[in-house]
């Protein structure tokens, strides 16, 4: 972590509208404020679906929530007849501070390649928001190149042509290991968040190493993140399922207290 503030990114998928999304986050927040848990040592940060966007915003808002929010996905284009899409313009005037890009998920069911990611990286920044860049491995590629080979090869598209002072979260995500229960060992997750590391200082200098945020994501909860949080590193945890749970994503949260 090295002077780096640990992010825990909760990823909600496409789960809880946006009424199920107030009471969410009101017992979140309860539950760690109880706990006096919310000094600012860890970045929480939720990404709901796009139509909770608006509604979770005005509750941090107004409750003085210290969550940042984040949303799922972004449009490459500013503006235009691209129905369906959503521009980065439009989640920056929400507030958000975070988009994720590029998960496996894009990439698989959308065809989302790493040319789509880098201009969609570039879209983000562009409109002020910290894109949140997902690589990793399939088992296929993992059995064929290693673990590290695909998301170091993800990684260099994404940061292609990027200034050296971009702010960015980058995000290990071995596919196998997302929503399977089965998460990477902390020594696995380093090694790959090492190298990923390296990339960065290859594409944008030490300084961008030295302050971007690598992430694991992939089956983390309350029982190993403790240990993802030990790797020098690994400075957060990307968290699918066990994000939709308060108790449990509240106890990730505290890992270190
Ligand atoms: C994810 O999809 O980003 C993820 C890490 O999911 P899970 O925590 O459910 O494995």
New binding site residues.
């Given amino acids: 972590v090295a002077g780096r503030t640990p992010l825990i990114a909760g990823?909600w998928?496409m789960n809880l509208d946006h009424l199920q999304a107030v009471a969410f986050v009101q017992k979140l927040h309860w539950t760690l404020k109880d706990a006096k848990h919310e000094d600012g040592s860890v970045e929480v940060a939720v990404f709901p679906p796009f139509t909770d966007l608006r509604t979770v915003q005005t509750l941090l808002d107004a409750d003085k929530i210290p969550f940042a929010l984040g949303a799922q996905d972004l449009s490459a284009h500013d503006s235009g007849a691209y129905t369906g899409e959503i521009s980065g313009a439009f989640l920056a005037k929400l507030d958000a501070k975070y988009v994720i890009i590029g998960?496996s998920?894009r990439r698989q069911y959308h065809e989302e390649t790493d040319e789509i990611v880098g201009s969609k990286v570039k879209a983000a920044l562009k409109h002020g928001l910290v894109p949140v860049i997902c690589v990793g491995e399939t088992s296929e590629d993992l059995e064929k190149f290693g673990a590290s080979a695909v998301p170091v090869s993800q990684l260099s598209v994404a940061l292609e042509g990027l200034k050296a002072d971009a702010d960015i979260v980058v995000a290990y995500?071995p596919v196998w290991?997302?929503?399977?229960g089965q998460a990477a060992t902390p020594e696995q997750a380093q090694d790959v968040c090492a190298k990923l590391r390296e990339v960065i200082g290859e594409k944008l200098g030490a300084d961008a190493a030295a302050r971007t945020r690598v992430l694991y994501?992939?089956?983390?909860k309350s029982a190993n993140i403790a240990s993802f949080m030990r790797e020098p590193d690994v400075d957060g945890a990307?968290?699918?399922?066990?994000s939709l749970v308060v108790d449990e994503f509240a106890a990730i949260i505290r890992y270190q207290k």
């Fill in positions: 990823n998928k998960h998920e995500e290991a997302i929503g399977s994501g992939g089956s983390v990307l968290v699918g399922g066990a």
